[in-house]
């Protein structure tokens, strides 16, 4: 993190230091959502190659920007506050996941490939929704939901810091008290059941965590696909253990470490040339491939 | 007591369980017993609110356990179900130790490593504390998971085929350490069993099931019939008196 703030800075301070110290506190930000996301739903599927993303809920996100353009107009929008814009678009997305996680995982017992399948399809169709519609929009309109929808690891949305920055502490501060019932949920529901954990209450409620963690991190870099699946494996394999008390931290560990330092050496030493998110995509569907691969060997 | 009432279960239009009502013991051993979809596990289901009933109601100690708390419930109740797969690298001791979260929530007190010390003591398990559960065979797994439910330390147990995947000397041991935990710890054990002899050797009572419903509640002496076994399992089953014990032939 020190070697983000100074190296390679040239200038007057008072604006590296605002300008890179936003910066850095997005990215954390973004690592820890992204890690405790990933790491929360695959508890709850108990299923360690889902992950939100995988499952198409940032595309949901971006379907919900577009059409909040769509039927609004930039025009109205701007007129909103874009923090209380935040907001409303990240209660939607609670609202509307909530009830497609619901759907999903526990009207029913359905069968876990049946979901995963479900969760690509859903993924593709929220994608094509918000290309048709970006489509039909009125050029003008089209080129504001793209600054909206075009942010990057580069291009930090510096003003939803703050909003951010409470909504993810107030999770955190949530699945901190769910600490002990997490690691009871990976016994399974009918373990978890018997041990007395009000099952459909403790999952939807972390299926809220999820769904504005997800809304933080895509509102903030847009949608990363495999990062989650990355820093969640990876941080299995660090702690040799499953307690939550020692993964959760370890996955948001390992995903700071990776944004932070990918960004710097990104920045510093290529100089910007290639964009952070393709490497971490890259190596992240590699770890994708690899652990579907060994499931399908066991 | 578990009062059952007028308890049912449809899936779609086929009703699983059929207008069931029960009464189990305080105390003692009660085996189910049954053919294949007879519903003696959807039965064992819903009395541990595991599976919602279509209607009906299930009391434990007067509490329905569909409007009860679960922390409130998983101090009386334990249930075990058949074909216990754990997501998460676990070994022995760890696994027990979660029979205790209901009573701790999480965090153990000398009081709860003490339950935990006995329950791994009873099942014999002391030599394999440290070891992952994905390193064991089938018959120490299942009786880790037996240890975690009698560390749980309810009244009522509820075990859906505790024997299956153990062998003939593992199977004997373990009906005989229930019978053993139901008359020390003067606990209420209720077994879903497909071997009838067991549950003429080790049953205080005996409820069995076809169809959905109730055929026989009584002793085992009722069950050991050669009308009776006809009746429920549809084969002919010889019944021969061994040593004091009625034993079904059903190989012949």
Same mark, same amino acid.
């Given at each position: 993190?020190?070697?983000?703030?100074?190296?390679?800075?040239?200038?007057?301070?008072?604006?590296?230091?605002?300008?890179?110290?936003?910066?850095?506190?997005?990215?954390?930000?973004?690592?820890?959502?992204?890690?405790?996301?990933?790491?929360?739903?695959?508890?709850?599927?108990?299923?360690?190659?889902?992950?939100?993303?995988?499952?198409?809920?940032?595309?949901?996100?971006?379907?919900?920007?577009?059409?909040?353009?769509?039927?609004?107009?930039?025009?109205?929008?701007?007129?909103?506050?874009?923090?209380?814009?935040?907001?409303?678009?990240?209660?939607?997305?609670?609202?509307? *996941?909530?009830?497609?996680?619901?759907?999903?995982? $526990? /009207? @029913? +017992?359905?069968?876990?490939? =049946?979901? %995963? &399948?479900?969760?690509?399809?859903?993924?593709?169709?929220?994608?094509?929704?918000?290309?048709?519609?970006?489509?039909?929009?009125?050029?003008?309109?089209?080129?504001?939901?793209?600054?909206?929808?075009?942010?990057?690891?580069?291009?930090?949305?510096?003003?939803?810091?703050?909003?951010? *920055?409470?909504?993810?502490?107030?999770?955190?501060? $949530? /699945? @901190? +008290?769910?600490?002990?019932? =997490?690691? %009871? &949920?990976?016994?399974?529901?009918?373990?978890?059941?018997?041990?007395?954990?009000?099952?459909?209450?403790?999952?939807?409620?972390?299926?809220?965590?999820?769904?504005?963690?997800?809304?933080?991190?895509?509102?903030?870099?847009?949608?990363?696909?495999?990062?989650?699946?990355?820093?969640? *494996?990876?941080?299995?394999?660090?702690?040799?253990?499953?307690?939550?008390?020692?993964?959760?931290?370890?996955?948001? &560990?390992?995903?700071?470490?990776?944004?932070?330092?990918?960004?710097?050496?990104?920045?510093?030493?290529?100089?910007?040339?290639?964009?952070?998110?393709?490497?971490?995509?890259?190596?992240?569907?590699?770890?994708?491939?690899?652990?579907?691969?060994?499931?399908?060997?066991? | 007591?578990?009062?059952?009432?007028?308890?049912?279960?449809?899936?779609?239009?086929?009703?699983?369980?059929?207008?069931?009502?029960?009464?189990?013991?305080?105390?003692?051993?009660?085996?189910?017993?049954?053919?294949?979809?007879?519903?003696?596990?959807?039965?064992?289901?819903?009395?541990?609110?595991?599976?919602?009933?279509?209607?009906?109601?299930?009391?434990?100690?007067?509490?329905?356990?569909?409007?009860?708390?679960?922390?409130?419930?998983?101090?009386?109740?334990?249930?075990?179900?058949?074909?216990?797969?754990?997501?998460?690298?676990?070994?022995?001791?760890?696994?027990?130790?979660?029979?205790?979260?209901?009573?701790?929530?999480?965090?153990?007190?000398?009081?709860?490593?003490?339950?935990?010390?006995?329950?791994?003591?009873?099942?014999?398990?002391?030599?394999?504390?440290?070891?992952?559960?994905?390193?064991?065979?089938?018959?120490?797994?299942?009786?880790?998971?037996?240890?975690?439910?009698?560390?749980?330390?309810?009244?009522?147990?509820?075990?859906?085929?505790?024997?299956?995947?153990?062998?003939?000397?593992?199977?004997?041991?373990?009906?005989?350490?229930?019978?053993?935990?139901?008359?020390?710890?003067?606990?209420?054990?209720?077994?879903?069993?497909?071997?009838?002899?067991?549950?003429?050797?080790?049953?205080?009572?005996?409820?069995?099931?076809?169809?959905?419903?109730?055929?026989?509640?009584?002793?085992?002496?009722?069950?050991?019939?050669?009308?009776?076994?006809?009746?429920?399992?549809?084969?002919?089953?010889?019944?021969?008196?061994?040593?004091?014990?009625?034993?079904?032939?059903?190989?012949?």
């Amino acid at each position: 993190m020190m070697a983000f703030m100074t190296i390679g800075a040239k200038g007057n301070w008072d604006f590296v230091l605002p300008f890179r110290g936003g910066k850095l506190l997005g990215l954390v930000l973004v690592a820890y959502a992204v890690a405790t996301a990933t790491v929360l739903f695959q508890t709850i599927t108990q299923n360690r190659i889902l992950t939100p993303a995988v499952m198409g809920f940032d595309s949901l996100y971006v379907a919900l920007q577009t059409a909040l353009v769509f039927f609004l107009g930039t025009r109205d929008l701007a007129t909103i506050d874009m923090r209380l814009r935040f907001v409303l678009e990240m209660v939607l997305m609670v609202a509307l *996941s909530m009830a497609l996680f619901y759907w999903l995982f $526990l /009207s @029913r +017992r359905r069968s876990l490939h =049946l979901v %995963v &399948l479900a969760g690509l399809v859903f993924g593709v169709f929220f994608r094509s929704l918000s290309h048709m519609m970006q489509r039909i929009l009125d050029p003008n309109e089209f080129i504001a939901l793209q600054d909206m929808l075009f942010a990057s690891f580069n291009t930090i949305d510096t003003q939803l810091l703050a909003v951010s *920055s409470v909504v993810v502490l107030v999770t955190a501060w $949530l /699945s @901190r +008290r769910l600490l002990a019932k =997490l690691d %009871v &949920l990976m016994l399974g529901r009918d373990t978890a059941v018997n041990l007395g954990i009000d099952y459909q209450r403790v999952v939807m409620m972390l299926f809220a965590v999820i769904a504005v963690l997800v809304s933080v991190s895509t509102a903030l870099v847009g949608p990363v696909t495999f990062f989650g699946l990355l820093v969640a *494996s990876l941080a299995y394999q660090a702690v040799a253990t499953d307690r939550h008390k020692y993964t959760l931290p370890a996955a948001t &560990l390992i995903a700071i470490i990776a944004l932070v330092g990918g960004q710097t050496v990104m920045e510093r030493v290529f100089g910007f040339d290639t964009a952070l998110s393709v490497i971490i995509e890259f190596t992240g569907g590699l770890a994708f491939m690899l652990l579907l691969y060994r499931n399908l060997n066991r | 007591m578990i009062e059952i009432h007028n308890l049912t279960k449809r899936y779609e239009e086929a009703a699983v369980v059929d207008n069931v009502s029960l009464t189990l013991p305080e105390s003692g051993i009660t085996a189910i017993v049954g053919p294949n979809g007879a519903g003696k596990s959807t039965l064992l289901s819903m009395m541990a609110r595991l599976i919602a009933p279509t209607s009906g109601r299930v009391l434990v100690d007067g509490l329905d356990v569909q409007a009860t708390p679960g922390a409130v419930l998983a101090k009386r109740l334990a249930i075990l179900k058949q074909n216990n797969q754990v997501g998460m690298r676990l070994t022995v001791n760890e696994l027990v130790a979660f029979g205790r979260f209901p009573h701790s929530g999480g965090r153990p007190t000398v009081e709860d490593k003490r339950h935990v010390d006995e329950a791994i003591a009873y099942l014999g398990l002391d030599d394999l504390r440290t070891r992952f559960l994905d390193e064991l065979s089938g018959g120490q797994r299942q009786r880790a998971f037996v240890a975690m439910v009698l560390a749980q330390d309810t009244k009522y147990v509820l075990l859906d085929e505790p024997l299956n995947s153990l062998d003939m000397k593992h199977a004997a041991a373990m009906m005989k350490l229930l019978r053993r935990t139901a008359d020390e710890l003067t606990k209420s054990i209720t077994v879903v069993i497909h071997d009838i002899n067991f549950a003429s050797i080790y049953a205080d009572h005996v409820v069995a099931m076809r169809d959905g419903r109730v055929m026989l509640e009584g002793g085992a002496v009722d069950l050991m019939q050669e009308t009776m076994l006809k009746d429920i399992y549809d084969t002919v089953v010889k019944v021969r008196e061994v040593d004091g014990h009625r034993l079904g032939l059903h190989y012949l």
